[in-house]
Every structure is written in structure tokens, then in C-alpha cells.
């Protein structure tokens, strides 16, 4: 089993309208949790941090649930520009410096 | 440009030969993460330094598979005797070892340097 999981999709979203996805996450000590955004051959950009009471960045939302082990990812209003594959990534469960990546959510925007 | 930069950006190499990236991270950040990401998948952990201290290698990097980063500044990742199986897109990332925890710390990906190995 994959320490971290995500549903690759694709998540195919009409423009303007919310879409939603989770991440399971196997190591109960890990202490970081984050949604980065990777755009089609590029690096990862870090999207947010996640924090144990949910925080919110304009148009998106995180959520953490320790005791279910998993994080989700909420994405209000739709732009064509989220288009990406959003990955959830773990940290600090072994060891400070090692985290763990998620195979990434696909999210298409169509107009 | 200030940010974490990789070299070369693309490798073609036949099987067996030794190939050797490069990374530069942002110069104040004191961590630096290898990761090796195939298509489909998310960046999986390779290992990552404190300044030039390696602190965790992955089971993932077998022995064919060394890094270095001798001055606590740039790193180096070497493959000896490539296979097919270790063509990837190979990420470096960096972050800095502020404000506590580091594990906190968001990282900052360079392009990555794509490997093909025929």
C-alpha cells in the first residue's frame, strides 16, 4: 500500500462550479501536510499548507483529519487556470527531512 | 533568477554509461531534497542534505546511485552504470531550517533534469 493516495482522476470541472478531492495519507505520526500544484511538465509549486483547523486561501480550502488520516482539497469558482494535477504531500512522519508524495489528482476546467 | 536551478535539463545516455546532475537550490536555504519523478506518478523521495550532512537516503537510491553536496551549497546526484528502469525526470528541491520544525518548510522545485536512458 502507497503510504500516500490520491484518486488521479480526472476531475473534470465546468467553469465556475466546485470541485472536491481527498488524500489519504498511512503513517499516523506525520506532522506536515500540504497540496502542491504541478502544471503539465513543470516542477511542483507549493498551493497551500494545511493546518489541523482547516484554513482557507481565496478560492481554496484545506482540511485535515487526523483521526480518519486523510486531507482534502476544495476549490471554489473554478478558473480555466486550475487546470493542473494537484499533489498531496505528506511530511515528517519518519523523519523530519522525508516526505512523501502523492501520485496526484487531475483537475480539467472546461469552459 | 533566484531559484533553485538544475543541470542539464534533458540526458541522453545508452545503458551502462555514468551520468551526473547538478543542482543549485536558493542560497539561503539549507536543505536540499532529490526526488525522481516517472510519468504518472507523483516526485518520490531519493534523499535530502542539511547543509553537506546527508541525513536520509531512501531504499530507492541502490548502490548504483550517489549524492553529494561537499561545500553545504550545491549538490550533485551521479548514476553509475544507467539502466532503462532510472529514466525519469529527476527533481531537486530546497527549503530553509527556519522557525522550528523544518519539516513545516515549503519547498521550492527546480525544473528538474529529464533522463533517458536507452
Known amino acids: 500500500r502507497k503510504e500516500v493516495e490520491q484518486d488521479p482522476g480526472p476531475f473534470n470541472v465546468p467553469e465556475g462550479a466546485t470541485v472536491a478531492f481527498n488524500c489519504t495519507y498511512s503513517?499516523?505520526?506525520?506532522?506536515?501536510f500540504f497540496w502542491y500544484r504541478q502544471d503539465c511538465r513543470k516542477e511542483p509549486k507549493l498551493l497551500m499548507s494545511?493546518?489541523?483547523s482547516g484554513n482557507e486561501d481565496g478560492r481554496f480550502t484545506a482540511q485535515l483529519n487526523r483521526a480518519s488520516q486523510y486531507i482534502s482539497l476544495l476549490i471554489r469558482d473554478s478558473k480555466l487556470s486550475d487546470s493542473a494535477t494537484y499533489l498531496c504531500?505528506?511530511?515528517?512522519?519518519?523523519?523530519?527531512?522525508?516526505?512523501?508524495f502523492g501520485a496526484g489528482t487531475q483537475v480539467v476546467v472546461t469552459p | 533568477d533566484t531559484g533553485v536551478s538544475q543541470d542539464p535539463r534533458h540526458k541522453i545516455t545508452k545503458r551502462g554509461q555514468n551520468v551526473t546532475f547538478r543542482c543549485d537550490p536558493i542560497?539561503?536555504?539549507?536543505?536540499l531534497y532529490w526526488y525522481r519523478q516517472t510519468l504518472g506518478q507523483g516526485p518520490e523521495f531519493l534523499t535530502y542534505?542539511?547543509?553537506?550532512?546527508?541525513?536520509?537516503k531512501s531504499r530507492l537510491l541502490s548502490d548504483r546511485f550517489s549524492a553529494e553536496r561537499p561545500k553545504g551549497s550545491f549538490s550533485t546526484l551521479e548514476i553509475q552504470r544507467t539502466e532503462q528502469g532510472d529514466s525519469a525526470m529527476y527533481l531537486c528541491?530546497?527549503?530553509?531550517?527556519?522557525?522550528?520544525?523544518?519539516?513545516?518548510?515549503?519547498?521550492?522545485f527546480g525544473p528538474g533534469t529529464r533522463l533517458t536512458v536507452l
Open positions: 503513517n499516523s505520526a506525520s506532522q506536515s
Open positions: 528541491a530546497s527549503s530553509s531550517d527556519t522557525g522550528g520544525n523544518p519539516t513545516y518548510n515549503e519547498q521550492f
Open positions: 494545511v493546518y489541523s
Open positions: 504531500v505528506v511530511g515528517g512522519g519518519d523523519s523530519w527531512g522525508k516526505f512523501q
Open positions: 542560497s539561503e536555504h539549507n536543505r
Open positions: 542534505f542539511q547543509n553537506e550532512a546527508q541525513l536520509e
